[in-house]
């Protein structure tokens, strides 16, 4: 994985995008920047991005993944790899349906995914120095180079999806407790079905994704 950094950017997500669309950038890369000005959050909101925190996006061909992995399991296989890989670390962060990792019951990371073509574009948050008043920051002690190398190097182990599948499907009861936006409506999770692709089944529909 070929790493820039910068020190600022609007997104590294954009960033990333843009480079991948005009042919500038090729996988498996990655772009780390110290602050963003636009960071992208939920519900298009921002994601707010002082220094000091973990701002990483990275692009990686469906090729050098596991073969079971399908684009509607993406987001909860790169999100749920990084709580693996800061659990081994000591961490005690959970991943919230289907794309937030939570300590207990505040957000400390968002993760955005979207394919182009045969490229899968994935962007982490992570608070590890500085958070809003309705989030939290990491609870272990780890440099933000530091968990981009272990990051890495989890991922490129290239765990099956029915590996970290099975692993999450126990966590989703956490979710449980919790709400998404799902039409432009706040809907409760305590029934939700989570299904071997990674969606749910909530209201007697199928959905992939939900802010």
Not at 27 to 33: E, F, K, L, S
Not at 67 to 91: H, Q, T
Not at 100 to 116: E, P, Q, V
Request: hydrophobic share 40%; net charge negative.
């Amino acid at each position: 994985m070929e790493i820039e950094y910068l020190c600022e950017c609007e997104s590294t997500q954009t960033y990333l995008i843009d480079g991948i669309k005009s042919l500038k950038i090729s996988p498996p890369y990655a772009i780390v920047a110290d602050r963003q000005s636009q960071g992208i959050g939920s519900r298009a909101n921002s994601w707010e991005s002082p220094k000091g925190n973990l701002y990483l996006s990275f692009a990686i061909d469906e090729s050098e993944l596991v073969d079971d992995l399908e684009p509607a399991s993406a987001s909860i296989y790169f999100a749920f790899i990084l709580v693996l890989a800061l659990r081994d670390r000591g961490s005690k962060l959970w991943l919230k349906w289907p794309n937030d990792i939570y300590l207990g019951s505040r957000k400390i990371a968002g993760i955005i995914t979207t394919k182009i073509n045969s490229i899968y574009i994935c962007g982490i948050g992570l608070n590890l120095k500085y958070s809003p008043h309705y989030a939290d920051c990491l609870d272990i002690a780890l440099d933000r180079d530091d968990i981009i190398d272990l990051y890495f190097k989890f991922l490129s182990a290239k765990p099956k999806w029915k590996q970290i599948f099975s692993k999450y499907l126990v966590e989703f009861e956490l979710s449980k407790s919790f709400y998404i936006h799902l039409d432009d409506k706040q809907v409760s999770l305590s029934e939700a079905k989570l299904q071997s692709d990674g969606s749910i089944i909530i209201n007697d529909k199928k959905v992939y994704s939900a802010r």
